[in-house]
């Protein structure tokens, strides 16, 4: 059974400062792409970070330069660090996995930013 559970979610004030974490099992986790997506009220999910098996990363365009996507094969976890948060970043954060055409997702994580 494959489980992605994220947390470290939360309330933050704008310019703050929070990181993500995901934790997978049921997968092999060094051979997926891992990946960071959010969705906001009344909005598509949108890709925020992936880093893959090579340790490539992508980036949203709102997010290049604030957010820093890492993974840590050891211990089956991707981590999102975001800073600089602003109100736009209000969302929903899913994490997800992705290998050979298939795509498994997180429950997501609640991230509210601020004042």
């Known amino acids: 059974q494959v489980q992605l559970v994220e947390s470290g979610g939360g309330l933050v004030q704008p310019g703050g400062s929070l990181k993500l974490s995901c934790l997978a099992s049921g997968i092999i986790f060094s051979f997926n792409d891992m990946g960071w997506y959010r969705q906001a009220p009344g909005k598509e999910r949108e890709l925020v970070a992936v880093?893959?098996?090579?340790?490539?990363?992508n980036y949203g365009d709102s997010v290049k330069g604030r957010f820093t996507i890492s993974r840590d094969n050891a211990k089956n976890t991707v981590y999102l660090q975001m800073n600089s948060l602003k109100p736009e970043d209000t969302a929903v954060y899913y994490c997800?996995?992705?290998?050979?055409?298939?795509?498994?997702w997180g429950q997501g994580t609640q991230v509210t930013v601020s004042p």
């Open positions: 997800s996995a992705h290998f050979n055409g298939v795509r498994y």
């Open positions: 880093v893959t098996t090579g340790l490539s990363t």
